[in-house]
């Protein structure tokens, strides 16, 4: 039985930095896709692959990219569920964000003949 160690998710939050949305009184759609999101099965070991589209609606604030990618890197060595990979993102990203809306999808490369797409939706404040 293998065991991996999961990054503390108040140190992964740590990662992320934000800077001052300038149109909060405008609703537009942000889309930040990343091609090349790594994490480990949990069950097998194996590494899993996968593309994640984060899109939102901000409030007051948006995510700045570089600390983005070191969040989603902090996954690399995470042995996660794909569906507790979704979730842990819309929610930490919503936590530090506190977007209008929030949806977080995830398609993960092809394994054992079946492709799995997760899809996470946080819809919320308006303040």
Not at 62 to 86: A, H, M, P, T
């Amino acid at each position: 039985m293998k065991l991996f160690l999961i990054m503390n998710p108040k140190n992964r939050i740590k990662l992320l930095e934000t800077f001052e949305n300038s149109f909060p009184n405008r609703d537009y759609l942000i889309i930040h896709k990343a091609n090349e999101f790594t994490s480990v099965c949990p069950k097998t070991g194996q590494p899993d692959f996968g593309v994640i589209t984060i899109k939102y609606i901000a409030n007051k604030k948006c995510v700045e990219l570089k600390s983005l990618k070191f969040y989603l890197q902090s996954f690399r060595n995470d042995g996660i569920f794909y569906e507790n990979v979704i979730n842990t993102i819309l929610d930490e990203l919503v936590s530090v964000l506190k977007p209008r809306w929030m949806e977080i999808t995830g398609e993960f490369s092809v394994r054992g003949g079946l492709q799995s797409v997760i899809v996470a939706t946080f819809s919320g404040r308006k303040s």
